[in-house]
């Protein structure tokens, strides 16, 4: 898969962050958490009254299970007690919340282009007309192909690392 040269890790989160408090969103939903360093800046937005956390947290590329078990241990730790929180440890397209309640959900899953392309059509249902759709990783090949092909009015942020969409 090509690549163009990213931005850093911080001036991404940073993005979804800021779109996410400009929408004023309450209900959000991420995608893809690791060990959650984009939950805790997401945590921190006074609107926010509901954050669901969705990853499978399993063995992928270079990531051992071990490892993928601790990350899901660190988040679980991380957010217990905080019932802003719901941590679902899914595949990103089998998680069934109600069509057209969320505000904003952010994806950074699988970036191969067919499950981006499953994620956006998934979560588009989910999204309230006016929501936003945010991702990570537009400089890659797979993700950019999926989203130009399902979101071509799709607008650019952090250096061109992030893509955003309105649910029309
Ligand atoms: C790049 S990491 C996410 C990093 C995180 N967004 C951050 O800012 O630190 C990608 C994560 O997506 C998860 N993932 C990949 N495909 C997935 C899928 N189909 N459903 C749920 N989670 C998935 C992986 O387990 C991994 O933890």
């Known amino acids: 898969m090509s690549q163009r040269k990213p931005c850093n890790a911080a001036t991404y989160r940073k993005a979804v962050v800021d779109l996410c ?25 006074k609107t926010i009254e ?3 956390l969705i990853d499978r947290w ?19 730790k991380m957010f217990k007690g905080d019932s802003r929180v719901e941590i679902l440890r899914a595949s990103s397209t089998t998680v069934d919340l109600p069509d057209e309640s969320i505000d904003f959900v952010t994806i950074d899953g699988d970036h191969e282009e067919p499950a981006v392309r499953e994620d956006i059509i998934w979560w588009r249902e989910k999204l309230r007309p006016g929501g936003m759709m945010t991702g990570d990783n537009y400089e890659m090949s797979g993700v950019a192909a999926a989203v130009d092909a399902l979101a071509p009015d799709r607008k650019l ?4 690392r992030v893509w955003w969409t309105l649910k029309s």
């Open 157 to 160: 942020a952090a250096k061109g």
């Open 50 to 52: 509901k954050l669901w």
């Open 58 to 76: 399993s063995a992928y590329a270079h990531y051992s299970q071990e490892l993928m078990d601790r990350n899901y241990d660190t988040v679980c």
């Open 21 to 45: 408090v400009e929408q004023k969103s309450r209900k959000v939903v991420e995608i893809g958490i690791y060990t959650g360093e984009l939950s805790k800046l997401l945590l921190a937005i």
